[in-house]
């Protein structure tokens, strides 16, 4: 089991950049796929991206690539995504998930563990 704790949201203006973290603890994170999922507020849960276990392989909805990174390091049980060009419409609770899986699911019924997400605010 591995329980996760984001951090690192807040406000931003737009066009601004921030970067928030995952942190891993319980079974050691290189064990995972991990991803990022968001919640706008009245709207469903979003996929964001994705990394594999061992951060070869990445994916991102189309929304966010070209800004948005996702990374991992894996001695430091810590899961990353920078977040460029933010508008206000990527307002939005992000969450990190970890999937017990080998390859780079985006769908979230395939992730089995949660955090308990950060708020991240983007004014106009």
């Known amino acids: 089991q591995v329980h996760l704790v984001e951090s690192g949201g807040g406000l931003v203006g737009a066009g601004g950049s921030l970067r928030v973290s995952c942190a891993a603890s319980?079974?050691?994170?290189?064990?995972?796929?991990m991803g990022w999922f968001r919640r706008a507020p009245g709207k469903d849960l979003e996929f964001v991206a994705v990394?594999?276990?061992?951060?070869?392989?990445?994916d991102y909805a189309d929304s966010m690539k070209g800004r948005f990174t996702i990374s991992r390091d894996n001695a430091k049980n810590t899961l990353y995504l920078q977040m460029n060009s933010l508008q206000p419409e990527d307002t939005a609770v992000y969450y990190c998930?970890?999937?017990?899986?080998?390859?780079?699911?985006?769908?979230?019924?395939?992730?089995?563990?949660w955090g308990q997400g950060t708020q991240v605010t983007v004014s106009s």
């Open positions: 998930a970890a999937a017990i899986l080998h390859y780079t699911p985006t769908e979230s019924r395939y992730y089995n563990y």
């Open positions: 319980g079974t050691p994170m290189s064990r995972y796929a």
């Open positions: 990394i594999s276990w061992s951060g070869d392989s990445t």
